[in-house]
């Protein structure tokens, strides 16, 4: 009963900014947008789906040439036959979850054969049920922040991040409902779970990571975190139902989730010390002051990452 009433104030307050009425009104403000993305190497996660694929898509029509991550090899020729110019799309198969697969990537031939302008850490699940991977892990938890981790910190490590590009980390507004608790996210008991609590504590998690690396990497590459706002992805429809049949009439479309990726991708901003933009707009990474109680910073959050996935490996031998 509190949880109904709590999720509703959530969403009550958020509504008109994260709907796509948010979107119409701020869009309404932005000159014509024609970027220029010839050149250009992007990494993609999650691209054969929801925003994702409409920043592959549109990155690869703007010049790009997308190293399409994703696990379902169907999709991907499914979106190489869809782009505006499919040899510039490179599938790449690759599950996030699995943090042993993850550490290879860096010597996967597409990905090891010339540095990445653009890698736009895109994939994220809410996972109602606790399910964990083949190594243990629990499912939401190697996707959205483990195994993202272990990607960027590789590519980092083996020079393949071009030091004028950047990295865009997507997050989302349920961030705003908590602060950062390490304890809570390598979750191994079912009755410890809740899937709706550690996704946001995951997304909360990248905002922490990007002042990380932008502390860590001096801007080379600049790191950016946004959230797309409520679009309407089979994402949503899988997790959410009942929120999306709720507010079917007013979910952005996955462009409008994109939009912001791309403009980060073509403006280049000077990485802010924080916030966390939305429709290109820097928008605070507090709402409530209860989530700024925490007793973790960015730094035991990486130590404490790099732990999990040395522990992780450890363990398989
Ligand atoms: N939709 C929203 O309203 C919303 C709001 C706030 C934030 N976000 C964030 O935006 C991002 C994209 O969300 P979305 O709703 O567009 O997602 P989505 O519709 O669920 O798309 C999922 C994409 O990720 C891929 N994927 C899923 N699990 C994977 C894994 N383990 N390894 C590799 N690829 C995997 C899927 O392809 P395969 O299944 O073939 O792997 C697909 O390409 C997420 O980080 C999400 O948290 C979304």
């Known amino acids: 009963m509190f949880r109904a009433l709590g999720s509703l104030l959530f969403y009550g307050r958020f509504l008109r900014s994260f709907s796509a009425l948010g979107f119409r009104r701020r869009a309404d403000e ?27 898509l549109a990155a690869n029509r703007h010049g790009a040439t997308v190293l399409a991550l994703a696990r379902d ?31 290879t990537l860096a010597g996967n031939p597409e ?59 997507v997050s989302s ?19 410890d779970y ?16 990007t002042r990380y690396w932008n502390e860590q990497w001096q801007g080379m590459p600049a790191v950016h975190v946004m959230h797309p706002g409520w679009v309407d992805t089979e994402g949503v429809k899988t997790a959410l139902p009942g929120f999306r049949t709720a507010l079917k009439g007013i979910l952005r479309n996955a462009d409008q989730g994109a939009d912001t990726i791309l403009w980060l991708a073509d403006r280049r901003p000077e990485p802010p010390e924080e916030g966390i933009w939305l429709d290109r707009e820097l928008q605070p990474e507090h709402e409530f002051s ?26 398989q031998g």
């Open 290 to 315: 209860f989530t700024r109680k925490s007793r973790h910073d960015a730094e035991e959050l990486a130590d404490f990452l790099e732990r999990c996935a040395r522990r992780r490996a450890a363990e």
């Open 111 to 169: 990905i090891a054969a010339g540095e990445i302008d653009v890698l736009v850490n895109n994939v994220g699940v809410l996972r109602n049920d606790f399910t964990t991977t083949d190594e243990g892990i629990e499912m939401s938890f190697a996707t959205n922040l483990l195994g993202p981790f272990v990607l960027t910190g590789q590519l980092h490590e083996n020079d393949l991040l071009a030091a004028d590009g950047i990295v865009i980390n």
């Open 73 to 103: 090899t169907g999709k991907l020729d499914a979106l190489q036959n869809e782009a505006e110019h499919p040899d510039r799309i490179r599938p790449v198969p690759a599950d996030m979850a699995s943090i042993a697969g993850v550490r």
């Open 173 to 191: 507004g349920g961030m705003y409902g908590t602060p950062l608790k390490l304890e809570e996210m390598d979750c191994r008991e079912k009755s």
């Open 194 to 209: 809740d899937g709706m609590a550690a996704y946001a504590m995951h997304k909360r998690a990248q905002v922490e990571l």
């Open 30 to 56: 932005w000159p014509e947008f024609a970027p220029d993305f010839s050149g250009q190497r992007w990494l993609v996660t999650g691209a054969t789906g929801g925003i994702g694929r409409a920043v592959a």
